[in-house]
């Protein structure tokens, strides 16, 4: 019974420490986290500051989704560093450091975001945008983070052939993504229901093969297509918007990888011009 007791006691002391060392709000939690005393706040006098004109566009970004995010009027300057009451991202290519790590030091007067280079500083204001309450006072809470990626590879996959996706809400995945740190998107762009990239030479491949017939629920209970019926679901991707969409992934420091599969069955409605381009 006592020692029932003792185990109890301490799983419960295990708990409380493992509650308080997990108590600042970022996802995935930081490799190193040093909880300080205060609290940064955010006013309409904060400004982003920047010390390499590389970062300027990320300074840029980081302004505008804090005043967004806290309705108070947040700007970037790289002309010089404000004495207090700013966010720095101080670019530090010298350092020879994991190429997606961070240090991050928060303070009553300042918050200094250090990396070697810029996809470690966008980690760093990810981690900034996450720890911003979402009501209440706009503060942050002062620590000191130290951090690095646990994996290299941190992915997923988005399938656009069985269910089409536009490309803002690619875009609005990415920014997803982004926040929480993933640095990989799979694009699954062709299967048997459906092709989703525009190749120029074969029109009929998204003129006929990016359309199907509507239906909902599991693919294998699905009713099959009726004499007749019109192909009416699906749609495809220009090639300008796959250049667009791989522009807007770099924008947000990730790499992206976009997947072909030329399954045979989609390639069936076609089948009669493949023939016809092989034989001529």
């Known amino acids: 019974m006592q020692l029932k007791l003792l185990l ?18 970022i996802i995935p939690y930081p ?5 300080k005393q205060g609290n940064f706040l955010i006013d309409n006098m904060t400004k982003v500051y920047y010390n390499n004109q590389s970062v300027a566009s990320m300074a840029a970004y980081t302004a505008t ?10 700007v970037s300057t ?9 966010i720095n991202l101080l670019l530090d290519t010298s350092a020879n450091a994991n190429k997606e790590s961070y240090s991050l030091q928060v303070t009553t007067k300042e918050i200094n975001i250090k990396a070697s280079n810029a ?10 945008l996450q720890m911003i309450p979402s009501s209440g006072a706009p503060q942050i809470p002062a620590l000191i ?23 803002s809400e690619v875009k609005r995945m990415i920014d997803q993504m982004a926040a929480y740190k993933f ?15 525009e190749i120029k030479s074969l029109p009929e491949l998204t003129t006929k093969g990016a359309l199907r017939v509507p239906r909902t629920g ?10 007749g019926e019109k192909a009416t679901y699906g749609g495809f991707y220009t090639q300008e918007e796959i250049k667009d969409l791989v522009k807007y992934a770099g924008e947000n420091t990730s790499r992206y990888f976009l997947k072909l599969m030329y399954q045979v069955i989609a390639l069936l409605p076609l089948l009669p011009t493949l023939i016809f381009l092989l034989l001529n």
């Open 8 to 25: 109890l006691t301490a799983l419960l002391c295990i708990t409380t420490l493992l509650g308080i060392s997990q108590s600042v709000n």
């Open 31 to 35: 490799k190193q986290v040093e909880k």
């Open 65 to 74: 989704s804090i005043a967004d995010w806290t309705k108070k009027k947040v």
């Open 78 to 86: 790289g002309i010089k560093k404000p004495l207090f009451n700013s």
């Open 119 to 128: 996809q470690g500083l966008f980690y760093g204001v990810q981690s900034i």
């Open 145 to 167: 983070i130290n951090d690095e990626p646990r994996f290299g590879w941190r992915g997923l996959m988005l399938d656009v052939s069985r269910h089409f996706f536009t490309i």
């Open 183 to 197: 640095n990989i998107l799979h694009i699954h762009l062709t299967d048997d229901q459906g092709w989703r990239i």
């Open 218 to 227: 599991l693919w294998w209970d699905r009713e099959p297509p009726k004499d």
